[in-house]
């Protein structure tokens, strides 16, 4: 067997021997295939307003002061309970989330939420990868005044706000978007693309940067220089390979921040724009229906659950191949 071969094999054992990592990822593949195989429905249902479960009281003609007893009696008349109370249920098609105050099925949100949160978090991964290692990497080779320029636009950039970065965005590539695509929620899903992975790749240049800088000391990039290697070759054959568990640690670390940052703009209503769902923006109107007098607990629950067994499963995963890609780690245990 190849000695690549070989290597590649001991990681993945060093990996399944981490019984948290194991089970986080088998926990992240059932909740990613569950999406993608329910997609076709989600998003065929995830805006359906279910009219039949409905319950509607007659308008008032004039105003009145609230009497308890009176709107008991009004809803009784009407047919039964407000929408909002239609919890749980496995008797309904789609309610076994409950459903929202639209008659939306909470399954189906969350199931498409999902998809779109996870799409979040792995596109700004990869473009803090690409990004972030094409940056750092040549910053650190280069060295001298290249290096200097190219890490004060990493710092400049690390200086500024994060949401005032992400409303300037929004801003400056709204427009143009929207006339490229035709299609205002395609534009506002790119450009939370962009916004959050413009962030997220200046930690992994840093990061890529101090690898290379102690990588091209090293003798065998000396003899690689001595036979005539230019700088790509050099990069490409000889550090590049060495970079691979630092790049794979920080990428899997960066998708629950992307994740995490999602939800907190969809949150701040800055994020994916409704109707279509996000697990971000399913807590916030989860929110605004838990209050002290009716607790409609399913419009939160399900959504919060979903976003923390996502982002421990996550952050498990990452100590898991941090662990794995760890020389010193491999040594002391083996």
Not at 155 to 163: H, K, N, S, W
Not at 182 to 199: C, E, K, P, S, T
Not at 309 to 333: E, Q, Y
């Amino acid at each position: 067997m190849p000695q690549h071969d070989m290597m590649i094999n001991r990681r993945f054992r060093r990996f399944l021997r981490n019984r948290f990592a194991t089970v986080s990822a088998v926990v992240l593949g059932c909740i990613v295939l569950s999406g993608l195989v329910t997609l076709p429905f989600s998003l065929g249902w995830y805006d359906y307003q279910s009219l039949d479960h409905v319950r509607t009281a007659p308008q008032w003609t004039t105003p009145m002061p609230y009497d308890e007893q009176a709107e008991h009696r009004l809803r009784d008349a009407a047919g039964g309970r407000w929408l909002t109370e239609l919890g749980p249920s496995l008797f309904r098609m789609g309610g076994i989330m409950g459903f929202d105050s639209l008659g939306r099925s909470m399954l189906y949100r969350c199931l498409l939420g999902g998809v779109i949160s996870l799409a979040v978090g792995l596109s700004a991964a990869i473009m803090s990868v690409t990004l972030g290692v094409l940056w750092g990497a040549t910053a650190g080779f280069a060295g001298g005044r290249t290096d200097l320029l190219l890490m004060r636009v990493v710092d400049v950039l690390y200086g500024l706000p994060y949401i005032l970065l992400v409303i300037i965005l929004k801003v400056a590539l709204d427009a143009p978007l929207r006339q490229l695509f035709d299609n205002a929620y395609a534009a506002n899903v790119i450009i939370l693309f962009v916004a959050i992975g413009a962030n997220s790749w200046l930690t992994m240049a840093r990061v890529i940067r101090g690898q290379v800088l102690s990588l091209k000391e090293q003798p065998f990039v000396e003899a690689a220089r001595a036979c005539g290697a230019g700088w790509f070759r050099i990069l490409w054959r000889h550090l590049l390979p060495n970079l691979v568990g630092p790049i794979v640690v920080y990428g899997s670390l960066i998708v629950p921040q992307a994740i995490l940052s999602e939800a907190f703009l969809s949150f701040l209503g800055i994020g994916i724009q409704r109707p279509m769902p996000t697990w971000g923006s399913l807590v916030a109107d989860g929110l605004q229906a838990v209050n002290s007098v009716v607790n409609y607990w399913w419009l939160i629950v399900f959504p919060c659950a979903l976003l923390s067994v996502t982002l421990l499963a996550l952050n498990f995963i990452g100590d898991g191949l941090r662990d794995a890609f760890d020389p010193k780690g491999a040594l002391s245990k083996s």
